[in-house]
């Protein structure tokens, strides 16, 4: 049968906008969660991060929240400007048995307009 | 520090051919992590180690792929055979330890065709 890729959420917005990126993450026990930005050609870089003893989180123009309750997180990024156009992807910490396993998200691309 | 290095940044080989992909994590760091990055599944965990010990090698695809850290300082991927559909960005990331509420750290990547 024919493959398909993932079909990544994009979400478009204009220079000046904040934007909200969502996640769902698949491990109640996970304990630490960390968003991260990829241009294109480069690896994935660090943006901001969040234990999970916490809900919210602020950064330079960015915010993060988690809801352990519905196991989902989610990254504000307020004034968006086109340099912000990248893939952001959401990483989660594993516990238990996969104590130390960092696994992430399927990605969401930002795509901001001038 | 430089950051993860990796090495090659590209590699094209014929399939069938062997080959090894380099890391060389932060100096300090002792855990270190294995993903390949395809658009038809995304950043894939493949092996993480933790001081220089495989923890989970769950996500390394076949028999065909392999990794090992002989030091702190080195880390291997090898693929012997390698196919067309391991065509992929490999990355190399390392992070301060397991149990830190820390990032981890990411090498640019290895863009690897194989023909």
């Known amino acids: 049968g024919e493959s398909v890729g993932l079909h990544l959420p994009t979400l478009s917005v204009q220079e000046g906008d904040n934007s909200i990126i969502n996640c769902a993450y698949s491990?109640?026990?996970?304990?630490?969660f960390i968003w991260y930005k990829q241009e294109s050609g480069k690896g994935p870089q660090f943006i901001i991060d969040i234990r999970s003893n916490m809900d919210k989180r602020q950064g330079q123009r960015v915010t993060v929240l988690l809801n352990k309750t519905v196991k989902h997180l989610s990254l504000q990024i307020a004034a968006t400007q086109p340099g912000d156009s990248a893939v952001y992807f959401c990483?989660?910490?594993?516990?238990?048995?996969?104590?130390?396993?960092?696994?992430f998200g399927q990605g969401t691309i930002l795509t901001v307009h001038p | 520090d430089a950051g993860v290095i990796q090495s090659p940044r590209h590699e094209v080989t014929e399939m069938g051919q062997e080959v090894t992909l380099r890391c060389k994590p932060i100096?300090?760091?002792?855990?270190l992590f294995w993903y390949r990055q395809t658009m038809m599944r995304g950043l894939e965990l493949l092996i993480y180690?933790?001081?220089?010990?495989?923890?989970?090698d769950s996500g390394m695809p076949e028999d065909r792929f392999s990794a090992k850290m002989p030091n702190a300082s080195f880390s291997t991927l090898k693929i012997q055979p390698s196919e067309p559909r391991d065509s992929a960005v490999y990355f190399c990331a390392s992070r301060y330890r397991q149990g830190a509420d820390t990032e981890a750290f990411f090498g640019q990547g290895t863009r690897l065709t194989v023909v």
């Open positions: 100096s300090g760091h002792n855990s």
């Open positions: 180690f933790n001081n220089n010990v495989p923890i989970d």
């Open positions: 491990n109640s026990a996970s304990d630490y």
């Open positions: 990483a989660e910490r594993g516990g238990g048995t996969s104590y130390g396993k960092l696994t």
